[in-house]
């Protein structure tokens, strides 16, 4: 079973920074890609961005040139730093893993960030 624990969200006010870590209970040979998602109440589960193994990366429109997604050097952690946070970013925030060959998706439990003055 892959477990997915996410951490550092929390409240931040519009304008600032948080980064967001995520740590894969698998073998880095076994991942093929991970990613961010996020959900605000009321919406749907909106992709925020993913990272593959051969570390090429892509990214939301609603948050390309602010947020960074990346890797640890075991490649079984991935961060996302969050920059210039509006309150439209205000949502829970879910790890993603796609793992092995019939490529399975992994989900975390979730971190809240909200973004308010």
């Known amino acids: 079973q892959v477990q997915l624990v996410e951490s550092g969200g929390g409240l931040v006010q519009p304008g600032g920074s948080l980064r967001l870590s995520c740590a894969a209970s698998?073998?880095?040979?076994?991942?093929?890609?991970m990613g961010w998602y996020r959900q605000a109440p009321g919406k749907e589960r909106e992709w925020v961005a993913t990272?593959?193994?051969?570390?090429?990366?892509n990214y939301g429109d609603s948050v390309k040139g602010r947020f960074t997604i990346s890797r640890g050097n075991d490649k079984n952690m991935v961060y996302l730093q969050m920059n210039s946070l509006k309150p439209e970013d205000t949502a829970v925030y879910y790890c993603?893993?796609?793992?092995?060959?019939?490529?399975?998706?992994?989900w975390g439990q979730g971190t809240q960030v909200t973004v308010s003055s």
């Open positions: 993603k893993a796609v793992v092995g060959a019939l490529r399975l998706d992994y």
């Open positions: 698998v073998s880095i040979f076994s991942i093929n890609s």
């Open positions: 990272i593959t193994s051969g570390g090429s990366t």
